[in-house]
């Protein structure tokens, strides 16, 4: 005689408790604020929020989606980086190069000093990725200007040649004429 199996009674699921330690994920301002100074300050976004405390990347995103004020100010910040940035161009080019002092292996005297290319190289590298990204945050100011006029004794001038719609025009004026004449 088989026995009845005791039906399982449901239990209670309770949810496990969320961890308090994390990154931010609520709007703060005064987090908003010190991501924005320390962009116009020169440094990136990545770089920031890899900072304890800082909230993810996609947060920051979406509070530039969420909250107008915020996008204003983080607005402001980049193009003030754009300044910070043309600073530090300045300030690299102005670096003195590192010297290379070639000595003979035998004696180890000093045959010649000549400058490091690897130092001087990345030093290009430096500015012109500053260069870059001052032009494409701030172009009024940094980016490449394209002047577009004439001379006084020879200005430019606009034309329009008409000519095809001229055509096309008749082309349908014939045509009703044409179909008002059936």
């Not at 490091?116 to 500015?127: C, S, T, V």
Request: charged content about 30%; some cysteine.
């Amino acid at each position: 005689m088989a026995r009845a199996k005791k039906p399982i009674e449901p239990q209670a699921v309770i949810p496990a408790a969320k961890p308090v330690t994390g990154r931010p994920t609520t709007y703060n301002l005064n987090l908003a604020t010190v991501i924005c100074i320390r962009i116009a300050e020169g440094e990136s976004l990545r770089q920031i929020l890899k900072t304890e405390g800082m909230p993810a990347q996609s947060t920051v995103y979406e509070w530039l989606l969420r909250h107008p004020p915020f996008t204003e100010q983080y607005t402001r910040a980049r193009e003030e980086q754009a300044d910070t940035l043309a600073d530090e161009i300045i300030h690299i080019a102005d670096e003195q190069p590192e010297i290379v002092v070639v000595t003979d292996k035998k004696t180890g005297a000093v045959i010649e000093h000549k400058l490091d290319n690897a130092f001087l190289l990345w030093q290009r590298n430096r500015i012109d990725a500053r260069k870059w990204t001052a032009m494409k945050l701030k172009p009024k100011k940094y980016g490449d200007r394209m002047q577009v006029g004439g001379d006084p004794e020879n200005p430019l001038e606009a034309k329009v040649d008409l000519g095809i719609f001229e055509t096309i025009l008749k082309a349908v004026e014939l045509k009703r004429q044409s179909e008002s004449n059936v």
